[in-house]
């Protein structure tokens, strides 16, 4: 990530109907070694309805066409904002055989409303499969719920409940670029896989692996600057005690990079990578999600300054492109979006909320690849002011997700 001269002024669900059965395809081996496909089909899905505030439980009831070991299994819910409100208790290590299984989840309540509720499961290889979704309706205290079909898809990442955050920017309806499926993700339901997934300690990008003062940066990376509650990663900057090359002193500061790490995975031309970040507001923030590899490869899905508070810098390094996108009414400091981003040979096209904002008519080429990278540096101040004084900044990622 590479500053930018500018003058001051991330599981997703598919729905059907509410009696529809889905079978979800897993590739296996069969007896001879050839591919034979896994099918799973939901039999059941509770409950049909809720009352505000009685607490319910939830269960879901499934069978395949073999057996199998589901890394997960559970049931999810979304509000009308995209927000994660999922039963907790989903259960690990099911096998899933021809007789069918049973998960019952712990109990949770809801407000009055109408929610997304759908049950999924996850393969040992970690990837997120989701089952038919319907609508839940949850009445009012005294009030009979009474459930309704859900007729058209919502997102759902099928990940367990997020913190609550304030007015948050509604999700897509579905992956803005067809023909994707979900290939990997970081839905941040559990602590930071550091070693297996993720690196947090140094990146090539930086000149000294764990600092780079170079590119006007008071960043020093520390791992224990990114932690997880509730399906939300934050990040958060903190003045270290470590001192510069130049003098300046340092931020502790939080980074994700796959670089490095035990499954070094990396996106590559015709991918299509998409994050639900929420914005900071602190002086000096500067978070990105880019790419990087062999001292280059980078593509800026988005740069964000507080200063110019309803701007996104979305970059393409390679091939030169560059838009300044500005919309006050889905980017502003404290407020969520979702920003996405598709690696085409010919162009890269960047989305926010799921609509298409720019294309830079350049692209990637066809055999590029990178690591992914979504972090929270701070600003020295040569082009944006600086991070100062003592008090925390922070910024929050609600997932991030790759699909090929």
Known sequence: MRPTTLATPARLGVLAGAAALVGVPLAAAGPAGAATATTVVQDRLAPAGMTAGTPSTASLTLHANRCFTAKTVGVGIRDAAGANLDFPGSASNVRVCPGGTTVTTAARTLPAGSYTQFGFWQDTAGGWHNLPARTLTVAGAGATPTPKPT????????????????????????????????????????????????????????????????????????????????????????????????????????????????????????DYIEARVKLPAG???????????????????????????????????????????????????????????????????????GTKVFSDGTGVGANWSAYPILNLSLSAGQYHPAASGSAPVSFSADYLRVYR
């Open 283 to 353: 002086g000096g923030a500067w978070p990105a999600l880019w790419t990087w590899k062999d001292g280059n490869n980078e593509i800026d899905s988005f740069e964000y300054h507080p200063d110019n508070p309803n701007l996104l810098e979305l970059s393409n390094r390679i091939r030169s492109g560059l838009n300044y996108h500005t919309d006050a009414n889905a980017v502003a400091p404290d407020r969520w979006v979702t920003i996405g981003t598709y690696y085409g040979a010919d162009s890269v096209d960047w989305y926010v909320n």
């Open 151 to 270: 007729p058209s898809p919502t997102p759902n990442p099928g990940t367990p409940t997020p913190t609550p955050a304030p007015t948050p920017t509604p999700a897509p309806s579905a992956v803005p670029v067809p023909g994707k499926a979900l290939t990997w993700s970081e839905e941040f339901s559990g602590p930071i896989a550091w070693g297996g997934k993720w690196t947090g300690d140094r990146s090539s990008a930086y000149r000294y692996g764990s600092h780079n003062p170079d590119d006007n940066k008071l960043d020093w990376l520390a791992p224990s600057a990114v932690t997880v509650s509730g399906g939300v990663a934050t990040f958060t900057a903190t003045p270290s005690a470590h001192t510069l090359e130049n003098g300046r002193q340092a931020w502790d500061t939080g980074l994700l990079t796959t670089e490095y790490s035990k499954d070094g995975f990396q996106v590559r031309t015709g």
